[in-house]
């Protein structure tokens, strides 16, 4: 216990030794603060002056450039603008028929340019032609069941076409 009281003490006088020091500072700070308080006042009232001379020296700009121009209008009219009789736009007798033509120049260019994307087979010549081959035999579309059309329909022609056509391309070789 005697020990605790010890440290005690010694924190009580540790306390009171920077309380001191802190009252000592302060005292120093207010003093150099009165001290440096004339400057600080005659910086500030500088900074405002020169700001008012900066705004003057504005003013005086404006008012010189003010009084450079004249007092007048510059712009005379000597000939006062009159409407035309007839209207400049639109001109239908020139925008008709430009109109017509343009439609039908990009109507047949539109065609060719169509027709020559289109790829498609239309014709025995066409299979041919991208095959280099030849046809052997045309089969038409929608062949039903040839049992029900007999032998005499023209899809079991087409089929006979087709066989004798193999025959015959057998027996050239």
Do not use: C
Request: no cysteine.
């Amino acid at each position: 216990m005697l020990g605790l009281q010890g440290v005690v003490e010694h924190d009580k006088n540790l306390l009171d030794t920077i309380v001191a020091e802190e009252e000592k500072a302060q005292t120093n700070s207010n003093e150099e603060a009165k001290q440096f308080r004339p400057y600080y006042s005659t910086k500030r009232e500088a900074e405002n002056k020169r700001r008012s001379v900066e705004e003057l020296q504005r003013k005086l700009m404006d008012e010189i450039t003010e009084a450079k121009q004249p007092l007048r209008n510059t712009v005379l009219v000597h000939d006062p603008a009159r409407p035309d009789k007839r209207p400049i736009s639109p001109k239908p007798l020139l925008i008709i028929p430009f109109g017509f033509l343009m439609g039908l120049v990009v109507g047949v260019g539109l065609a060719f340019f169509i027709e020559y994307l289109d790829t498609s087979v239309k014709t025995i010549d066409d299979v041919e032609r991208s095959l280099q081959a030849p046809v052997l035999g045309v089969i038409p579309q929608n062949v039903g069941n040839l049992m029900d059309d007999g032998p005499e329909s023209p899809h079991a022609e087409a089929y006979r076409v087709l066989r004798t056509n193999l025959l015959f391309s057998r027996k050239k070789r």
